[in-house]
């Protein structure tokens, strides 16, 4: 692990000490894999099934964090990355003469700017025309890395077409685990705060916010798990 990524991940101890107990507990559990799945239910001999109530497949941690297809039908997965989208976008608007193009309700669409057959979730262009493309993707631990590449590989045609018409366009690839670990491609999300002149006080801050929206919102997911599901605020 090089020095940047292991300061991004640094910050997710100082974020998990001042969770509430159950959530703390939650995260213990996730990393040690000891949490109440159907999966480890039935290894534990206290389940009948190891499946899934909505889908045939085995209800893992994996499964019910980020793999089923009904959840993910549901928008169970995209209103966790919509929540950080969401403090990103709001917090991103308090830079100064600049335009800012978010995928979600409340915001002008980056479709203005790049159409809709790829519609990265962030835009953000500044005063000196440079224009940051910044796609979120919030997955398994283990999935981090191939979520990194195939973004890159996904959005590099849009990226040489927008440099006709920005002085700079820089993508950001902030790629995140389900637990808000940080993966090794999130290097260029320091380096976008820095240039957006955010102190190292306030970059901290958003990055803190960050963990904490992922650690919550994946509880929330966990908790709904063979429940009925609605969208909190």
Excluded at 113 to 141: A, F, K, Q
Excluded at 156 to 176: C, G, P, T
Excluded at 193 to 199: A, N, T
Excluded at 204 to 217: F, L
Aim: with cysteine; proline share 3%.
């Amino acid at each position: 692990m090089n020095h940047s990524t292991s300061t991004f991940n640094s910050l997710w101890s100082s974020v998990q000490s001042k969770l509430p107990k159950n959530i703390f507990n939650f995260t213990i559990r996730y990393i040690n894999n000891t949490l109440p799945t159907r999966k480890n239910l039935s290894k534990w001999g206290l389940s009948s099934t190891s499946d899934c109530s909505f889908c045939s497949s085995p209800e893992t941690l994996l499964h019910v964090i980020a793999g089923c297809k009904t959840y993910l039908d549901e928008g169970r997965f995209t209103w966790r990355h919509d929540s950080v989208l969401n403090f990103l976008a709001s917090t991103l608007t308090a830079v100064k003469n600049s335009t800012l193009y978010a995928d979600i309700s409340g915001f002008m669409n980056p479709s203005v700017i790049t159409g809709d057959h790829l519609r990265p979730d962030l835009l953000l262009v500044t005063e000196n025309r440079c224009l940051y493309i910044l796609e979120l993707t919030v997955g398994y631990e283990s999935n981090l890395l191939v979520n990194a590449n195939r973004k890159r590989q996904k959005y590099r045609d849009l990226i040489n077409e927008q440099e006709a018409d920005y002085n700079k366009v820089k993508f950001v690839n902030l790629s995140l685990s389900t637990l808000g670990v940080f993966g090794r491609s999130c290097e260029n999300f320091d380096g976008m705060l820095s240039s957006l002149k955010c102190d190292a006080k306030y970059s901290k801050y958003i990055k803190k916010q960050i963990v904490n929206i992922c650690i919550r919102t994946s509880y929330y997911v966990f908790c709904k798990r063979n429940k009925v599901w609605d969208n909190p605020k």
